[in-house]
């Protein structure tokens, strides 16, 4: 409108005033649309669509500017010294709209942003305490190795092979098991070595040893990336070992999770979690519906909010089966330069 004005006085012919017009208004159209597409998909790959909070707040202010606009605009034909004054009002109007809501984006990443790095740092710190746990058992037993053989002596002086048979079995072999329950999960992803993702598999496996719940992992080749934004990639793999935890914690016999992270050469990395479940568990896609949920009311947001991540997101892949009793979550992250 503004350049209208301006130009005006210059063309005297309408059809091409008009013409001018339109094509100008065309362009700077479907720039704004461009625009609003990219900020649109930075939206959507960020932790920012799905804060309800946020989500709220911007839906009230672009309602309400659409209803100021609306109410005063001009039902009459007015000055172009009228239109030049009313251009500018609605620019200043809605270039505040846009800071206000650009200044709550930012301040809502800032707050994420530091919730995250408390979580990490929460995250390494149960990380250390297991590994100087495990220390800690590894030096108690070189201290006591010698006088826990001393105490088969008896049973090899006496030549009672079945009672140290049976001594063996019931007393030593549990100290093994137990040493080997509380290694294996550190140990099993050394070759996975993205940090963030790291941090939040320790945190994951102690909650599983703290339930009694025995977890295998696998990481058969070195991972140094993961194309997926490191807060989905996050927000995915909990769902996916949260959900897999609360199921475990039902199976009275022997709970067992298995995770690995396979690399498929170049072109893309598979996450691959199971774990027993009930022999009665409801259909799939029932499974992913909002608000669904085997552990009570208003409680099944994690497998719809899972969909919805690994749906925004053109690489990521999602396919979940149950086979055998076995609830199994397959999350394979194509890489883009493959």
């Known amino acids: 409108t503004w350049l209208a004005t301006l130009t005006?006085?210059?063309?005297?012919?309408?059809?091409?005033?008009?013409?001018?017009?339109?094509?100008?208004?065309?362009?700077?159209?479907?720039?704004?649309?461009?625009?609003?597409?990219?900020?649109?998909?930075?939206?959507?790959?960020?932790?920012?669509?799905?804060?309800?909070?946020?989500?709220?707040?911007?839906?009230?202010?672009?309602?309400?500017?659409?209803?100021?606009?609306?109410?005063?605009?001009?039902?009459?034909?007015?000055?172009?010294?009228?239109?030049?004054?009313?251009?500018?009002?609605?620019?200043?109007?809605?270039?505040?709209?846009?800071?206000?809501?650009i200044t709550i984006s930012f301040s809502i990443i800032r707050q994420i942003q530091y919730k995250r790095n408390m979580q990490e740092i929460e995250n390494y710190y149960k990380y250390t305490l297991q590994i100087e746990n495990i220390n800690n058992e590894m030096r108690k037993f070189r201290h006591d190795y010698v006088n826990i053989l001393s105490t088969m002596s008896e049973f090899i002086r006496e030549s009672d092979m079945d009672g140290l048979k049976k001594y063996f079995n019931e007393e030593i072999l549990p100290m093994q098991d137990s040493m080997q329950m509380n290694t294996i999960k550190i140990n099993g992803i050394e070759n996975l070595k993205v940090r963030e993702i790291k941090g939040l598999l320790t945190t994951k496996i102690l909650q599983a040893q703290e339930k009694n719940i025995r977890i295998s992992i696998e990481v058969p080749e070195p991972i140094e990336r993961i194309d997926m934004p490191i807060i989905n990639l996050s927000r995915v793999i909990g769902i996916v070992l949260d959900n897999a935890i609360e199921a475990s914690e039902k199976i009275e016999d022997d709970p067992l999770i298995r995770i690995a992270f396979i690399k498929n050469n170049d072109d893309s990395v598979m996450f691959i979690v199971m774990n027993k479940c009930e022999p009665n568990m409801p259909r799939i896609h029932t499974l992913f519906q909002e608000n669904f949920s085997t552990k009570g009311k208003n409680r099944g947001l994690g497998l719809s909010t899972l969909k919805e991540l690994t749906d925004a997101t053109s690489n990521v892949l999602l396919d979940t089966t149950i086979d055998n009793d076995y609830f199994i979550q397959k999350v394979e992250i194509l890489n883009s330069d493959s």
Do not use: Q, W
């Open 8 to 101: 005006y006085d210059l063309i005297k012919l309408n059809f091409v005033f008009n013409s001018l017009y339109l094509l100008v208004f065309a362009a700077i159209t479907l720039a704004f649309s461009f625009i609003t597409r990219y900020f649109i998909r930075k939206l959507l790959s960020s932790d920012l669509s799905f804060n309800k909070i946020y989500l709220t707040i911007v839906a009230i202010f672009l309602l309400t500017g659409l209803i100021i606009l609306n109410v005063y605009l001009p039902n009459r034909i007015m000055s172009f010294a009228d239109i030049k004054f009313l251009a500018v009002m609605y620019a200043v109007f809605i270039i505040t709209i846009a800071i206000l809501i």
